[in-house]
């Protein structure tokens, strides 16, 4: 698919990696729909960012894991911006869910908005898609689709759903939609991360070093555009998913 002139809808796509994603696209000429939950400042210099690139952009807000928001969100889209060929899914919220607890908001949140939420807004996509009898679902994922992480119950859970959802789209939507997965590793470093944890997460990677924002853009719009890769994913981690056996092995 030729990402020029497409409408690109990315989930979370006001901060952090899924700015960067919405930038992306709307840098190789895609007009952008940029959805938000709750950051409207963000999403608005997001949005004027893109515009930059001679492209429109449209703010949204909607939780996705809300299916009359999504209804809603989709109508406004179609209404400013015509039908959706492209779509990122990488809203996610990142919030610790430990084992066992009795507080299960957490759970609910995180989960609501990678399995439900994912769901929602493909099903919604997809309608689109299929009258173009075109398009293109890029899921953002990570290494909990392989791994356990502590503490993040609800997120190795959700994304691992994720993971699931991928292939089972690609399956239910040929041969006109392609669905793959980008799995970045350590790109872009939380906010609470000291210089301490910033430079020891690098060496966890076979490169011992970070990447950056632009290389899991790359591959997005890589993935958009390759037109016989389908149901599959890309990991954009350093080669971080086998870098325990640097040193030895067992």
Request: overall charge negative; glycine content about 8%; hydrophobic content about 45%.
């Amino acid at each position: 698919m030729i990402i020029k002139g497409k409408t690109a809808l990315i989930t979370g796509g006001a901060v952090r990696i899924g700015k960067a994603i919405t930038l992306g696209l709307a840098k190789a000429g895609a007009n952008v729909v940029i959805n938000y939950h709750s950051n409207a400042e963000e999403a608005l210099k997001t949005a004027q960012e893109a515009e930059s690139y001679g492209v429109a952009a449209l703010t949204v807000q909607a939780n996705v894991a809300d299916l009359d928001q999504d209804r809603k969100m989709f109508d406004l889209i179609h209404e400013k911006m015509g039908m959706v060929d492209i779509l990122v899914n990488s809203a996610s919220p990142f919030q610790t869910t430990p084992v066992p607890t009795d507080d299960f908001t957490a759970w609910h949140i995180v989960t609501g908005v990678l399995v439900n939420g994912s769901f929602y807004v493909s099903n919604l996509a997809a309608k689109d898609m299929l009258v173009k009898k075109e398009g293109a679902i890029i899921n953002i994922v990570d290494l909990t689709i392989w791994e356990a992480w502590p503490n993040f119950t609800a997120h190795t859970v959700g994304k691992s759903a994720l993971y699931a959802l991928n292939r089972q789209l690609a399956l239910e939507l040929r041969p006109y939609i392609r669905v793959n997965a980008v799995c970045p590793g350590p790109v872009l470093p939380p906010d609470d991360y000291s210089e301490e944890k910033i430079a020891r997460t690098g060496t966890k990677t076979l490169l011992d070093r970070w990447g950056t924002p632009e290389d899991v853009v790359k591959t997005v719009n890589f993935l958009i555009e390759s037109e016989y890769i389908n149901a599959d994913v890309i990991r954009v981690d350093g080669g971080q998913r086998y870098a325990i056996r640097k040193h030895e092995a067992g």
